[in-house]
C-alpha cells in the first residue's frame, strides 16, 4: 500500500473549517451515539474518519514491519455478528494493542518513554504465534479449580464492604464495587501480603486511566502540570512498584496467587515470562480485571432499581441461600441471577468498543481496509440486533431461558482466540456480589437522580452511581424521576 492509502468504507465528509480532526472529535465526545449514526447513513462498516489519522499505535514497527511508514488509513467502525467472526477468527489480519494505544512509542522511546513500552500490554501486545504462547502460559492460573479457588475470597472481601452499609444512607455504589473489585484482584493477583502495597498500585493505576483519556493528552508535552507529564510520571510509578512486586515475590516463592503462577510458567520448551512480560501482563490482568466488573455490576443495580419486578423475583430465587454467601454450586442453579447479568452486559456492555488494527491489506464487508487502517467492533450496536434479541433496547432477563446467541452475536468478553482470559472470573465476582448484596439490601435512585455515562475503554457512569440503601424487606418499587444521557441508551419504565 501507498502511505496515503485509506479505507474504502463510506463515511461523512471532513467538517468544514477543522477538517477529519473534527470528525474524530465528534465520534471521541460520543463514540456510541455517533457509531450508531454512521451505521444507519452508511452501513455495517462506516468510516469515522477517511484520513490519515491515528486514534490508536500499532506499536513497534518490529510487529509489523510493514506498517513502519504508514502514517494511518482511516478508522472505522463495525456492526454485526457476521462481520464480528471475521475480524475475531483471524488473527493473523486483525492485530490488537496495547492499552497505551496512541500514546504507545512508535520511535525509539526516551528515558521517560520506555515505561509506557510495556505498561498495560500483555495479551493485548502479542499477536499471532507470540500470542498463542503467551496465553498457554497464563492459562493455568485462570483453569477453572483455580478460578472455584478464589470463591472464598470473593465472599470475605464482599462481606467487609457490605458491613459499611447503613440503612436510608445514600452511598456512590460505583465507589463501592470499584473498591470491592479491587480489593479481589489485589489478594488473588498478588496475595495476601501484598494487601496495602497491592492497593496503592491499583489506585495509580486508576489515576493512569483517567489521565490517559482526559482531553488534555491531545498535547503530549512533557513539561508540569499537563497531563502527558502527569502520565508518565504515573507510568514509571507504577512500573517501578510492580517491578519491586515481582522480584519480591520472585524471592519469596509459590504464595497460591496469581502472579506466582504466571512467574513458575513455562512453556514446552522451558521458556518462561521475562520481567518486561510479566509487568505487562500483571498491570492488564489487574486494571482489566477490575474495572469491568466494577461497571457489570454498577449497571446491573441501575436496572434491577428500574425493574422492580425483576428485582422481586430475583429475591425469591435468592431466598433459597437462606442468607448465606452462594457456593459454587449455588452458583450454577441461580438462573435468574445468570439471566440479570447477562442482559444486563447486553444492554450496557462495560467494554462497547473493541479496537484492532488491520495488519495486512484486508477486505471487509465489501470495502477495502488497507494495512494500517483502524476498526472499532461495536459491541453495543451488535447486541442490539432484533433478529437475535426482540425488542433489543428492553432489559428482559428471562429471555435467556430460551436465547441460545452464538459468541459472536453475544460476546461482552469478545469471542474467538482473544476471548477475555479472566471471563469466568469475572462472572463469579459479579454473581457473588449480587447474590450477598440483594440478600441483605435493596438500592434506589434517589429523587432527581442524574446518570450519564463516560465511554472510553470500558463505560463507567460519569461521577459515579449515588444510590439510597433500603432494607431486604421494604417494598421494592420505583421512587423518584431520574435523568441522565444513559436514558438515551436503553429503554427505561416511565
Given at each position: 500500500?501507498?502511505?496515503?492509502?485509506?479505507?474504502?468504507?463510506?463515511?461523512?465528509e471532513?467538517?468544514?473549517?477543522?477538517?477529519?480532526?473534527?470528525?474524530?472529535?465528534?465520534?471521541?465526545?460520543?463514540?456510541?451515539?455517533?457509531?450508531?449514526r454512521l451505521?444507519?447513513?452508511?452501513?455495517?462498516?462506516?468510516?469515522?474518519?477517511?484520513?490519515?489519522?491515528?486514534?490508536?499505535?500499532?506499536?513497534?514497527?518490529?510487529?509489523?514491519?510493514?506498517l513502519?511508514?504508514?502514517r494511518?488509513?482511516?478508522?472505522?467502525?463495525?456492526?454485526?455478528?457476521?462481520l464480528?467472526?471475521?475480524?475475531?477468527?483471524?488473527?493473523?489480519?486483525?492485530?490488537?494493542?496495547?492499552?497505551?494505544?496512541?500514546?504507545?512509542?512508535?520511535?525509539a522511546?526516551?528515558?521517560?518513554?520506555?515505561?509506557?513500552?510495556?505498561?498495560?500490554t500483555?495479551l493485548?501486545?502479542?499477536?499471532?504465534?507470540?500470542h498463542?504462547?503467551?496465553?498457554?502460559?497464563?492459562?493455568?492460573?485462570?483453569a477453572?479449580?483455580?478460578?472455584?479457588?478464589?470463591?472464598?475470597?470473593?465472599?470475605?472481601?464482599?462481606?467487609?464492604?457490605?458491613?459499611?452499609?447503613?440503612?436510608?444512607?445514600?452511598?456512590?455504589?460505583?465507589a463501592?464495587?470499584?473498591?470491592l473489585?479491587?480489593?479481589?484482584?489485589?489478594?488473588?493477583?498478588?496475595?495476601?501480603?501484598?494487601?496495602?502495597?497491592?492497593?496503592?498500585?491499583?489506585?495509580?493505576?486508576?489515576?493512569?486511566?483517567?489521565?490517559?483519556?482526559?482531553?488534555?493528552?491531545?498535547?503530549?508535552?512533557?513539561?508540569?502540570?499537563?497531563?502527558?507529564?502527569?502520565?508518565?510520571?504515573?507510568?514509571q510509578?507504577?512500573?517501578?512498584?510492580?517491578a519491586?512486586?515481582?522480584?519480591?515475590?520472585?524471592?519469596?516463592?509459590?504464595?497460591?496467587?496469581?502472579?506466582?503462577?504466571?512467574?513458575?510458567?513455562?512453556?514446552?520448551?522451558?521458556?518462561?515470562?521475562?520481567?518486561?512480560?510479566?509487568?505487562?501482563?500483571?498491570?492488564?490482568?489487574?486494571?482489566?480485571?477490575?474495572?469491568?466488573?466494577?461497571?457489570?455490576?454498577?449497571?446491573?443495580?441501575?436496572?434491577?432499581?428500574?425493574?422492580?419486578t425483576?428485582?422481586?423475583?430475583?429475591?425469591?430465587?435468592?431466598?433459597?441461600?437462606?442468607?448465606?454467601?452462594?457456593?459454587?454450586?449455588?452458583?450454577?442453579?441461580?438462573?435468574?441471577?445468570?439471566?440479570?447479568?447477562?442482559?444486563?452486559?447486553r444492554?450496557?456492555?462495560p467494554?462497547?468498543?473493541?479496537?484492532?488494527?488491520?495488519?495486512?491489506?484486508?477486505?471487509?464487508?465489501?470495502?477495502?481496509?488497507?494495512?494500517?487502517?483502524?476498526?472499532?467492533?461495536?459491541?453495543?450496536?451488535?447486541?442490539?440486533?432484533?433478529?437475535?434479541?426482540?425488542?433489543p433496547?428492553?432489559?428482559?432477563?428471562?429471555?435467556?431461558?430460551?436465547?441460545k446467541?452464538?459468541?459472536y452475536?453475544?460476546?461482552?468478553?469478545?469471542?474467538?482466540?482473544?476471548?477475555?482470559?479472566?471471563?469466568?472470573?469475572?462472572?463469579?465476582?459479579?454473581?457473588?456480589?449480587l447474590?450477598?448484596?440483594?440478600?441483605?439490601f435493596r438500592?434506589?435512585?434517589?429523587?432527581?437522580?442524574?446518570?450519564?455515562?463516560?465511554?472510553?475503554?470500558?463505560?463507567?457512569?460519569?461521577?459515579?452511581?449515588?444510590?439510597t440503601?433500603?432494607?431486604?424487606?421494604?417494598?421494592?418499587?420505583?421512587?423518584?424521576?431520574?435523568?441522565?444521557?444513559?436514558?438515551?441508551?436503553?429503554h427505561?419504565?416511565?
Open positions: 500500500m501507498t502511505e496515503l492509502e485509506i479505507s474504502s468504507a463510506p463515511g461523512p471532513p467538517m468544514w473549517g477543522v477538517g477529519a480532526s473534527g470528525n474524530l472529535i465528534r465520534w471521541i465526545r460520543n463514540p456510541i451515539g455517533y457509531a450508531g451505521f444507519e447513513r452508511y452501513g455495517k462498516v462506516a468510516s469515522i474518519v477517511r484520513a490519515p489519522i491515528r486514534v490508536v499505535n500499532p506499536g513497534p514497527t518490529s510487529l509489523i514491519p510493514h513502519e511508514k504508514a494511518g488509513a482511516g478508522v472505522v467502525c463495525v456492526n454485526g455478528a457476521d464480528n467472526r471475521e475480524v475475531l477468527t483471524d488473527h493473523e489480519r486483525y492485530h490488537t494493542l496495547a492499552l497505551s494505544g496512541r500514546l504507545f512509542p512508535s520511535q522511546p526516551t528515558d521517560r518513554e520506555r515505561p509506557v513500552t510495556r505498561m498495560m500483555g493485548f501486545h502479542v499477536n499471532g504465534g507470540e498463542r504462547k503467551h496465553r498457554r502460559l497464563l492459562m493455568p492460573a485462570f477453572k479449580s483455580r478460578i472455584e479457588a478464589y470463591r472464598d475470597d470473593m465472599v470475605r472481601i464482599t462481606g467487609e464492604t457490605l458491613a459499611e452499609y447503613r440503612i436510608g444512607e445514600t452511598r456512590d455504589v460505583h463501592d464495587m470499584t473498591e473489585t479491587l480489593a479481589v484482584a489485589t489478594k488473588t493477583l498478588f496475595g495476601e501480603d501484598e494487601g496495602e502495597r497491592g492497593v496503592a498500585l491499583a489506585r495509580r493505576m486508576q489515576s493512569w486511566l483517567a489521565t490517559m483519556i482526559s482531553p488534555g493528552m491531545l498535547l503530549r508535552v512533557d513539561a508540569p502540570p499537563l497531563p502527558y507529564w502527569r502520565f508518565l510520571n504515573l507510568t510509578q507504577i512500573d517501578l512498584e510492580t519491586a512486586i515481582l522480584r519480591d515475590r520472585k524471592k519469596r516463592g509459590d504464595g497460591g496467587d496469581m502472579l506466582s503462577m504466571l512467574i513458575a510458567a513455562r512453556d514446552e520448551d522451558g521458556s518462561a515470562l521475562d520481567e518486561d512480560e510479566l509487568v505487562g501482563h500483571t498491570g492488564v490482568i489487574f486494571a482489566a480485571g477490575h474495572e469491568t466488573s466494577t461497571n457489570a455490576l454498577a449497571w446491573t443495580l441501575l436496572f434491577l432499581s428500574q425493574h422492580p425483576i428485582a422481586r423475583d430475583l429475591d425469591d430465587e435468592l431466598a433459597a441461600l437462606k442468607g448465606e454467601p452462594p457456593t459454587v454450586d449455588d452458583l450454577a442453579r441461580l438462573t435468574l441471577l445468570d439471566g440479570v447479568v447477562k442482559e444486563s452486559m444492554v450496557l456492555p467494554v462497547p468498543l473493541h479496537p484492532r488494527i488491520v495488519a495486512i491489506d484486508s477486505e471487509l464487508g465489501g470495502h477495502r481496509l488497507p494495512a494500517g487502517s483502524e476498526i472499532f467492533l461495536s459491541i453495543f450496536h451488535m447486541h442490539r440486533n432484533p433478529d437475535i434479541f426482540p425488542d433496547d428492553t432489559f428482559s432477563p428471562r429471555r435467556w431461558e430460551k436465547a446467541p452464538t459468541v452475536e453475544y460476546n461482552p468478553f469478545s469471542a474467538g482466540p482473544r476471548m477475555c482470559i479472566g471471563a469466568s472470573f469475572a462472572i463469579m465476582e459479579i454473581k457473588i456480589a447474590a450477598m448484596l440483594l440478600s441483605r438500592l434506589e435512585l434517589p429523587e432527581g437522580a442524574r446518570v450519564d455515562q463516560r465511554v472510553a475503554i470500558t463505560m463507567a457512569p460519569r461521577g459515579g452511581l449515588r444510590m440503601v433500603r432494607g431486604r424487606g421494604e417494598a421494592t418499587r420505583r421512587r423518584g424521576a431520574w435523568s441522565g444521557k444513559i436514558r438515551e441508551l436503553a427505561w419504565p416511565s
